[in-house]
């Protein structure tokens, strides 16, 4: 069984791998102390404010962002039966 971590972070971007190179080379203050990132998950959303909306939702509402971890967890696990999702 995986450790949950000790700190993950959750924000939005219009460009990921940018973002994750970013705070993995100490470029952003607030994550600096706590690289490297790992990507783990990601949810892609055509609209930038239904992407900020999400991303709003999951720092202010532990039971979503609990129900979210725990899918990650299993599915790091290999746990899992879908390995694609199209939608």
Known sequence: SLAPPS???????????ERLRRHNKGDVLSTKSRKPYELVYYEAYRVKTD?????IE???????????FKRISLSLEGRTGIHGLIV
């Open 7 to 17: 700190w993950t972070y959750i924000g939005c971007c219009d460009d990921l791998q």
């Open 51 to 55: 992407a900020r909306r999400r991303e």
């Open 58 to 68: 999951l720092k202010n509402n532990s039971s979503k962002k609990e129900e979210l």
